[in-house]
């Protein structure tokens, strides 16, 4: 059993930054790689980045790598995304997944959170 909880989501002006985090609770095992995703309306759900908890190993989608950076902190059983030079094509709704395999498929992953909008105007 798995739960995510993500926050941080809300308005931003285009070219500012915010940062999400996605607290994790339940079996270590079943949630060893936490991955993020968004989906904007009309549009499929798109991999951003995912992180290995144990060691840090990391995955980016070619689209963010050098603005969106992931990150755990273990002690908080978390897993943030900083997001830096937001555009409005970043508006979506934000979702955290957890899973086993450090993968860019939404199949990998077993568990989802509630999502958090994030809004970037211009």
């Known amino acids: 059993q798995v739960q995510l909880v993500e926050s941080g989501g809300g308005l931003v002006q285009a070219g500012g930054s915010l940062r999400l985090s996605c607290a994790v609770s339940?079996?270590?095992?079943?949630?060893?790689?936490v991955g993020w995703f968004r989906q904007a309306p009309g549009a499929e759900r798109e991999f951003l980045a995912a992180i290995r908890r144990s060691s840090g190993v990391t995955s980016y989608a070619d689209s963010v790598k050098g603005r969106f950076t992931i990150s755990r902190d273990n002690a908080q059983n978390t897993v943030n995304l900083q997001m830096n030079s937001l555009k409005p094509d970043d508006t979506a709704t934000y979702y955290c997944a957890a899973g086993t395999t450090l993968g860019m498929t939404p199949d990998w992953y077993n568990y989802w959170g509630q999502g958090t909008q994030v809004t970037v105007s211009s």
């Open positions: 339940g079996r270590t095992f079943s949630s060893a790689v």
